[in-house]
């Protein structure tokens, strides 16, 4: 099992910049797929960013792309998202997520393929 604790959101202007860490516990993470999503009030919940288990492969969601930049820090069991040119439409709570393996042909992008996820953190962006 692995448990994963998000910190590091909360209110920020537009423009304004946020890093949120993710911490892992119960097993090491050296072998997972991490990703991030986001969930908007009233809306589902959206792939932001994944990074492969050596933090040589990153992934965005077009809509974060040059803005957020994923990253791993496997000795300390720790995934991060840094946030740059907030947006008030960044505003949602962002989950931490794990999986090992991806099953058939499925992407990193989809929710339904991480086994492991955290509480969330609130961020918010105002105008």
């Known amino acids: 099992q692995v448990q994963l604790v998000e910190s590091g959101g909360g209110l920020v202007q537009a423009g304004g910049s946020l890093r949120l860490s993710c911490a892992a516990s119960?097993?090491?993470?050296?072998?997972?797929?991490m990703g991030w999503f986001r969930q908007p009030p009233g809306k589902e919940r959206d792939f932001v960013a994944a990074i492969n288990w050596s933090g040589d492969n990153t992934y965005y969601a077009e809509s974060v792309k040059g803005r957020f930049t994923i990253s791993r820090d496997n000795a300390k069991n720790t995934v991060y998202l840094q946030m740059h040119s907030l947006k008030p439409e960044d505003t949602a709570v962002y989950y931490c997520?794990?999986?090992?393996?991806?099953?058939?042909?499925?992407?990193?992008?989809?929710?339904?393929?991480?086994?492991?996820w955290g509480q969330g953190t609130q961020v918010t962006v105002s105008s």
């Open positions: 119960g097993r090491t993470i050296i072998t997972y797929l």
């Open positions: 997520a794990a999986v090992r393996f991806l099953s058939g042909s499925g992407s990193y992008r989809e929710s339904y393929q991480y086994d492991y």
